[in-house]
């Protein structure tokens, strides 16, 4: 939104993050003890034994995770630990990578994903998805973030106006763009080609936001903005983020999942992953002795 | 075209309908595109197929046998249905032959030049000028050709070396070099120019001088890319008809030294078939020619394969 | 002793490349010269006009040609290109299909017209007539368009797709609004070129085109013989003009007709070739800019 308290507002959602996070662990506390079912309400995504082959490689070894609601959850591991290839599963971008092989459950909102009756064109309307270098199409500003309402069907001027304004709006550039709108996107910086790409998922309104390593590409003033972005968003969206930063992982995210060699290792809530992980390989690679 | 988006039709539709329209867009798009992939190989199989039925009349119909018509001389069709005729080509063939080999032995040796001028002595000057000179004589159109070398060289080689006329295998020889010369050149120049410039350093390091460079390493290394450029270049010499028919003579005779007129295939189905009667043997034995040309086309690629697989096989060791 | 001669070799070697380099420049000038100065030099007024002693037809005549084989060879081509670079799997098929593109491109132009000629001609009991031999001309040019739009959405980033893709976009969707767009440059090229060859075309007209013309530029009715745009008359095109002067010496001045004809084609391919290249050196800059 407004540009410029941008820092302080990161300072209020902190609080407000580390309020929220203690909400939650108690609800989780209390679903401990609870009936299991109470608590798929604030699952967005509900994943079952998962295993992933791309030909004769296991890149993705029975994996089951319960990602939240309005939450960051990050998703943390060395290269080639299968983190990526897990996000791409959540909105089927895999399907166009030949020879993969897709066993378990994956549900959004209780409904399979790899279901025959999900479309996938449609789970990508609401699963979008960043990813690490920022990819405007070769069109303006406005056609970019225009882009998303116009496939599906939306042509009327004002309208299109009023979406590519609060988009960008959201991602706190409007200010900076709106008077450059018919310029190519292609001019732009990283940092800003990065939320105009935000913005342009965030157009076609979204539940999930799925971010892969969106920060690793840009300097860390642009990162900075990158990631305020992140926690204002998770007020309305559910983000789920691939990062090869600790920091980013500890700054931003509630739960933290860690995968190695295509397993997930720990998850958890990320206070509980970075100050007390329970598993050694977990603290190995948190504390940097690897990866 | 710009009307792309799903049911933009009428978003005020009910959902099916919607969806029903952006189904049908969907796959109507898709059915499109296949048809047209399918198309790109229907095409050349239907131009096969023709040229099989057409040609295959001289062996079958009128019974003729292949090796008479590739290696008889006697060239002699009736021009009607009952056949009876000769028809030997080999003075076509020979004709194609001779005036092909004569190209490619001028024109293989500056397009090598040119096209390590533009990549190894010059790279700069090459690409900025040689290079858009040398694909603009790609585009030049070849009956051009075939008028200059009607014009123009043919008077001077009847000048030159004093002779009756000047339509000759030299002359034909000469306008196929100049046409065959840019594509030879291109192919070459990008074979080159694909050579690791860590295999130059190499020997550069070893105190070699450039020539040593060009002609001990780059060359050898691009052997096979020049190889498919020279062969493509004798593809397109040996289909290209006008050019050569203005030039050769059209004298149905075994060329006695390379100043002699003589013919080739290209001249004769470019000139005869008009005159021949429709399904006669004459006409058969003119769509024999053209089957052949497209089967030595066949073997060109085939050899283009060929070499490709073998370059690729030899880097591996 | 050994080390001079080989310097000296080098020298030797290098002055034979330069000279073949010059002779070869200067070749080309002097042939582009030559047929454009004695063409225009040695013209009459007359031989401009849209009559039968002038030209004027058979340039029209061209240029019609070549625009009615790009309206054919133009969405198949580009089509088939599509669906080499985004729907072909790899495979056998593919790989004939590769194969069979390829002969379609190194076929001799003459065998083209006879297939053209045996198809259009006579199995419809047609006479000859521009529009068949649009129809070959399309053949001859089909390959290439093919080709440059596969090279062209190869060449494109792998981000456009993705970043379509995950936002819910059909693979149709992605290729119309985005990838297209950001391909046509290269395609718009591969047409010009193409364009400059069928400019040229001679062979694969001789039985299909026909080599008359006779146009009444009066006469407006699409299905009269000699109505300008009728597609379905014969129609000498410059190429066949000046294979039709070889022999025949059909006037005084055909010789000075021909000669023409070769000088107002040379400028037409020099002049299409010329803005392929600065086409292309846009695209590259522009790629250049981008990186």
Request: net charge positive; hydrophobic share 45%.
């Amino acid at each position: 939104m407004r540009v410029n308290d941008n820092t302080i507002r990161a300072d209020e959602d902190l609080y407000e993050m580390q309020a929220d996070r203690i909400d939650k662990s108690l609800e989780k506390d209390a679903d401990h003890t609870d009936d299991s079912t109470a608590s798929r309400v604030s699952e967005k995504f509900s994943v079952k034994d998962l295993n992933l082959h791309y030909g004769t490689f296991h890149a993705l070894k029975d994996v089951s995770i319960d990602i939240d609601t309005n939450a960051i959850t990050a998703l943390i591991g060395p290269s080639g630990c299968g983190k990526s290839t897990f996000l791409k599963t959540l909105n089927r971008m895999n399907d166009f990578e030949e020879g993969i092989k897709i066993e378990g459950s994956v549900q959004l909102d209780g409904q399979e994903i790899y279901d025959r009756a999900m479309n996938p064109i449609e789970l990508r309307q609401r699963v979008g998805m960043v990813f690490q270098q920022p990819n405007p199409f070769p069109k303006t500003i406005y056609d970019n973030v225009a882009y998303g309402p116009r496939i599906r069907g939306i042509h009327k001027k004002s309208e299109l106006d009023e979406i590519v304004e609060k988009a960008l709006t959201e991602v706190g550039i409007w200010d900076e763009m709106k008077d450059r709108l018919k310029k190519s996107a292609l001019g732009l910086s990283g940092g800003q080609q990065q939320r105009l790409c935000i913005a342009r998922t965030l157009a076609v309104s979204p539940e999930v936001i799925l971010m892969d390593e969106p920060t690793s590409a840009l300097d860390p003033i642009s990162t900075m903005k990158i990631e305020d972005l992140a926690m204002e968003l998770k007020k309305k969206y559910t983000i789920v983020i691939v990062t090869h930063n600790m920091q980013q992982a500890n700054r931003i995210s509630d739960k933290t999942a860690f995968f190695l060699l295509g397993e997930l290792i720990e998850y958890g809530k990320t206070s509980d992953i970075f100050l007390n992980p329970k598993n050694k390989k977990t603290e190995e690679y948190i504390t940097g002795r690897f990866g | 075209m710009t009307d792309t988006a799903a049911g933009a039709v009428n978003r005020k539709n009910t959902a099916t309908a919607e969806q029903m329209d952006f189904k049908t867009k969907e796959g109507i798009w898709k059915v499109l595109v296949i048809a047209c992939g399918l198309l790109m190989i229907i095409l050349p199989l239907a131009i096969g197929a023709f040229l099989i039925y057409r040609g295959g009349a001289t062996f079958t119909k009128y019974g003729h046998s292949v090796l008479k018509f590739l290696f008889s001389s006697n060239w002699n069709p009736a021009d009607d249905m009952n056949g009876g005729g000769h028809v030997g080509a080999a003075v076509y063939i020979v004709g194609s032959l001779v005036t092909c080999g004569l190209a490619l032995l001028i024109s293989v040796p500056f397009s090598m030049a040119a096209a390590i001028f533009m990549t190894e002595i010059a790279p700069k000057t090459g690409n900025k000028i040689l290079r858009p000179a040398v694909e603009i004589f790609v585009g030049i159109p070849s009956v051009v050709y075939g008028w200059i070398g009607l014009t123009i060289l043919v008077p001077f080689i009847r000048k030159i070396f004093n002779l009756n006329q000047g339509f000759s295998v030299l002359a034909a020889g000469i306008v196929l070099a100049v046409m065959i010369f840019p594509s030879i050149t291109t192919l070459s120049a990008d074979a080159i120019r694909s050579v690791p410039i860590s295999a130059r350093k190499a020997a550069y390091g070893l105190g070699a001088t450039r020539w040593q460079v060009i002609s001990g390493i780059v060359v050898p290394a691009a052997q096979p890319g020049i190889l498919t450029g020279i062969i493509l270049g004798l593809a397109r010499a040996f289909g290209e008809a006008l050019a050569v028919a203005m030039v050769i003579g059209k004298t149905r005779s075994l060329p006695k030294s390379i100043l002699s007129p003589t013919t080739n295939l290209t001249s004769a189905i470019a000139s005869d078939m008009g005159g021949a009667m429709e399904g006669g043997e004459y006409n058969a034995a003119l769509w024999s020619m053209a089957l052949l040309l497209f089967i030595i086309s066949l073997l060109f690629i085939f050899l283009v394969h060929f070499v490709a697989m073998k370059g690729a096989e030899r880097n591996k060791k | 002793m050994r080390n001079k001669v080989n310097l000296a070799k080098d020298k030797f070697m290098t002055g034979v490349f330069y000279a073949v380099a010059g002779f070869f420049l200067l070749l080309l000038f002097a042939f582009a010269g030559y047929v454009i100065i004695k063409g225009f030099g040695g013209a009459k007024l007359y031989m401009f006009s849209f009559t039968r002693s002038g030209i004027g037809n058979q340039f029209f005549n061209t240029v019609y040609l070549v625009f009615l084989s790009l309206v054919i060879s133009v969405p198949i081509g580009i089509m088939a290109g599509i669906y080499m670079a985004e729907y072909a799997k790899e495979g056998k098929i593919t790989k004939f299909l590769r194969i069979c593109i390829e002969t379609l491109s190194s076929l001799p132009s003459i065998v083209v017209g006879l297939f053209g000629y045996l198809v259009f001609i006579v199995a419809t009991h047609q006479q000859w007539n521009l529009f068949s031999g649009a129809l070959a001309v399309a053949i001859l040019s089909l390959p290439l368009i093919a080709t440059t739009t596969e090279d062209a959405f190869r060449s494109l980033p792998d981000s456009y797709k993705k970043g379509s893709i995950g936002m819910g976009a059909t693979l149709r969707q992605t290729i119309i609004t985005v990838l297209l767009p950001a391909a046509a440059p290269r395609i718009i090229t591969g047409v010009i070129l193409a364009a400059g060859r069928g400019f040229g075309e001679a062979a694969a007209l001789l039985y299909t085109a026909g080599m008359s013309t006779d146009i009444n530029w009066s006469s407006w009715n699409l299905a009269s013989p000699t109505c300008a745009l009728n597609p379905f008359r014969p129609g000498e095109t410059l190429a066949l003009n000046i294979w039709a002067s070889r022999t025949e010496a059909l006037g005084a001045d055909a010789t000075q007709i021909a000669n023409l004809s070769s000088a107002v084609l040379m400028v037409m391919v020099l002049a299409f070739s010329l803005l392929a290249h600065v086409l292309e050196h846009r695209i590259r800059r522009n790629m250049g800019e981008k990186a």
